[in-house]
């Protein structure tokens, strides 16, 4: 993550990484996706223990 990246949180706590896409590693790409960039995937837990 870049060094001034704010963790995202809920109201029970932070998220957790599930994992990233850069974009300007993928050499066969469809039109449709960007050039470059940063996807970072997310999830958290609530008080049930359900995924969200």
Known sequence: ???DFAWPA???GEY???GQIDF???TDRPD???DSGLLS???AFDE???VF
């Open 24 to 26: 300007s590693e993928i």
């Open 41 to 43: 995937l997310f999830y």
């Open 48 to 50: 049930d223990g359900e």
């Open 32 to 34: 449709s996706l960007p």
């Open 1 to 3: 993550m870049p060094a």
């Open 10 to 12: 809920h109201d029970v």
């Open 16 to 18: 957790r990484f599930l």
